[in-house]
């Protein structure tokens, strides 16, 4: 029987599980997905102070649709022979989907690092929760204030003192000039300090001390500067791009049995845009790798990975949230306005369960239509 191994676990392998069973259809095809967790992790609600409502069990998605689930972590792909190597055993392959997802970049030679803090993974939001529940007025240091940062340290901000530092000069570099009069407007409203173009060069006990000398009272140090795909990607391809990421075609597909998807996967989202590193991508991404893993094998007619308009929402914390479309990200609508987008999206990321149809349904929509509020011009965004 031919075979599709998914390695991942995350929203780019599990929907590739899905798109291939839903390919299959009845056909006669072996589907498993390797990873080492028995969870879905919503890893984009991480800042949230009760991480552990942001999983959902992996059997209630897999089991419906029948894909196997084999619970072990995968060191090494030998694209010649078609096998991958997962907790030492080799499993063979006749198309497989890699999705491993990526990584927060750790800091290299910063005195203290072991003190650091982070929302990239379940564990590393679990510890932090654990390390300032039940403090009263604790003072935290977000390190970088992207997307993750932003959202990390007006959570932080409703329990203590926050400062974040950056070492731009502006807030929200990576989301440009759209959405920053309005993130400046949160984080002034939740007083939550910023100290830009620094950075932090020591992390002791309760303390960390800034590039510019400065030491500051600090209970947690929270570092979210960068991410990076999987190492798995250097065993498919030579030529990856700046993130880690292997480049694929308009199909997924990286190698002649090999398709790639999620945080891995170099794609093209249109002629001037790459996918970025988020669920909004990874999702769709993983419908269409997987889809075509199976449909490469049967003979069905493979599919374009075409991705729906780009759109961001950024949590606030207690200043609500702020939604943009397009890539120059007009703001569409902030404040609750935006935190009522913001709690629909965080539903519509969670897969449906336990319930074939709908989630072999949920798989063949590339991305999912989202309702606009009274800012926008026009009636529906999709989103990812």
Known sequence: MAHVVIIGGGFAGVWSAAGAALARGEGDLRIT????????????????????L????????????????LRASV???DTDRRVVVADGEEIGYDRLVLAAGSELVPPQGLPGAERLFDIDTLDGAR????????????????VGAGFVGLEAATALAAGGRVLLVDRSEVVGDQLG????????????????ERRLGTTVTEVGDRYAVLSDGTKVEADAVVWSVGIRASELTRQISDELDHLGRVPVDRRLRAL??????G??????????????QACQHATPLGKVAGYNAAADLLGVPLRDFTPGPYVTCLDLGGAGAVFTRGW???????????????????????PPVDDAAKILAAADRVYTELPFFPRDEEKTAPAG
């Open 33 to 52: 997905l390797i990873a080492p967790n028995e969870h879905l992790v919503l890893r984009p609600r991480l800042y949230e102070p009760e991480p552990d």
């Open 54 to 69: 942001a999983k959902v069990e992996l059997s209630r998605i897999l089991e419906p649709i029948g894909v196997e689930h």
């Open 75 to 77: 060191s090494t792909i």
């Open 127 to 142: 510890r932090l929760t654990d390390h300032l529940r039940g403090r009263e007025d604790y003072s935290a240091v977000v």
């Open 177 to 192: 000039p759209g959405p920053r009069e309005e993130i400046e407007a949160a984080l002034d409203g939740l007083g939550v």
């Open 256 to 261: 002649p049995e090999v398709f790639v998807a």
């Open 263 to 276: 945080d891995t996967a170099a794609a093209a989202f249109d002629a001037e845009h790459m996918v970025m």
């Open 328 to 350: 120059d990200r007009r703001v569409m609508a902030s404040g609750a306005d935006g935190a009522a987008v913001k709690k629909r999206i965080n539903q519509l990321i969670h």
